[in-house]
Nanobody
Framework: VQLQASGGGLVQAGGTLRLSCVPSGRTYSSYIMGWFRQLPGKEREFVAA????????RYADSVKGRFIISRGNAENRVYLQMNSLKPEDTAVYYC?????????????????????WGKGTLVTVSS
């Protein structure tokens, strides 16, 4: 089971980026998929989560209204559309996958809800 995140880069404040997470090894339609980020010198934190085909999503307050998590229609890819980026969004972003269980609805913002993690992709937002 592997996850590969991509799409990071350097962007000016107010700009947009779209991150992509490509899973391999199995179908993830029945999983909870999440994005986390690690800001410089800080612990990894929750950004967004998506269940199944994307009908249910959750966001961290810091990105609500600016970021959108979604799933590709005919593929396993999961996207994180990041709009109105701010310098404080600068971080390494990670995608993760976990079992779609009843507990996941309570613990989606915890790393413990996810079994599989991809390597991160760096997002740098300049002021």
């Amino acid at each position: 089971v592997q996850l590969q995140a991509s799409g990071g880069g350097l962007v000016q404040a107010g700009g947009t980026l779209r991150l992509s997470c490509v899973p391999s090894g199995r179908t993830y339609s029945s999983y909870i998929m999440g994005w986390f980020r690690q800001l410089p010198g800080k612990e990894r934190e929750f950004v967004a989560a998506l269940w199944g085909n994307g009908a249910r999503t959750r966001y961290a307050d810091s990105v609500k209204g600016r970021f959108i998590i979604s799933r590709g229609n005919a593929e396993n890819r999961v996207y994180l559309q990041m709009n109105s980026l701010k310098p404080e969004d600068t971080a390494v972003y990670y995608c993760a996958a976990g079992p779609n269980t009843a507990d996941s609805y309570s613990y989606y913002n915890s790393e413990a809800a996810y079994d599989y993690w991809g390597k991160g992709t760096l997002v740098t937002v300049s002021s």
